[in-house]
T-cell receptor, first 113, second 114 residues
C-alpha cells in the first residue's frame, strides 16, 4: 500500500526566512498531494494542493513542487511569520478505486520572532 | 456553509463505558472519513464511507470500534467498551467526488477515557 514519509519532524526558522518541508511517496498511481496546517488544538486545514499533471503551484507565500519521477513533493513557505508556526502534514492519494489520503507524520514548524 | 460538524467536542468517560461520536458532513459531500490522532501514532484513518457505504475499515483497531452512516448527512463512531488507550482526538472529514480527494475536517472530539 501507499506509504508517505515526511521530513524533517521539527523545523525552527527565524521570522522572514524560508521553510521547506519534504515528502516522499511510494505508490506511482498517486495523483493528488495536499498539504494541511494544524494549529495547536485545532483541526487540520487544507492550505494548498497539487495534482499530478502540474509540477508547481503557488499561492502567495506558499508553494508546492512535485517530482513524479522521483516520487517526492515539497512545501515551500517564504517570508515566514510567527503565525505560520504549526504542524504541517503532507498527504498522497492512495490510488486505485478509492479516494483515501495517506498522511505523513507531520512537521512541527516554529517561526522565531 | 457550516462545514463538517462534530459532537460532542469533548467527552470524558470511565473505562468500560460506551462512547458515541457524531458527525455531520458538508452538505453535498458523499465521502466521509473517521480519523484518530494521537501524539504517538499521528493521524490514522479508521474507516471511510462513500455514498453511505463503508469502503475501507482496515484501520478500525478492533471489534470494540464500529461506525455507521445511516444517511448522507449523519455518521456515528461507537466504542464499546472504551479503554484508556482509546483516549485521542477523533476527527471526521468529508469530501466530494466532484472535487476528488479534497477533504475538509471537522473540529474534532477530544475523548478522554479514565
Amino acid at each position: 500500500g501507499e506509504n508517505v514519509e515526511q521530513h524533517p519532524s521539527t523545523l525552527s526558522v527565524q521570522e522572514g526566512d524560508s521553510a521547506v518541508i519534504k515528502c516522499t511517496y511510494s505508490d506511482s498511481a498517486s495523483n493528488y498531494f495536499p498539504w494541511y496546517k494544524q494549529e495547536l488544538g485545532k483541526r487540520p486545514q487544507l492550505i494548498i494542493d497539487i495534482r499530478s499533471n502540474v509540477g508547481e503551484k503557488k499561492d502567495q507565500r506558499i508553494a508546492v513542487t512535485l517530482n513524479k519521477t522521483a516520487k517526492h513533493f515539497s512545501l515551500h513557505i517564504t517570508e515566514t511569520q510567527p503565525e505560520d508556526s504549526a504542524v504541517y502534514f503532507c498527504a498522497a492519494s492512495s490510488g486505485g478505486a478509492t479516494n483515501k489520503l495517506i498522511f505523513g507524520t507531520g512537521t512541527l514548524l516554529a517561526v522565531q520572532p | 456553509d457550516a462545514g463538517v460538524i462534530q459532537s460532542p467536542r469533548h467527552e470524558v468517560t470511565e473505562m468500560g463505558q460506551e462512547v458515541t461520536l457524531r458527525c455531520k458532513p458538508i452538505s453535498g459531500h458523499n465521502s466521509l472519513f473517521w480519523y484518530r490522532q494521537t501524539m504517538m501514532r499521528g493521524l490514522e484513518l479508521l474507516i471511510y464511507f462513500n455514498n453511505n457505504v463503508p469502503i475501507d475499515d482496515s484501520g478500525m483497531p478492533e471489534d470494540r470500534f464500529s461506525a455507521k452512516m445511516p444517511n448522507a448527512s449523519f455518521s456515528t463512531l461507537k466504542i464499546q467498551p472504551s479503554e484508556p488507550r482509546d483516549s485521542a482526538v477523533y476527527f471526521c472529514a468529508s469530501s466530494s467526488d466532484g472535487l476528488l480527494y479534497e477533504q475538509y475536517f471537522g473540529p474534532g472530539t477530544r475523548l478522554t477515557v479514565t
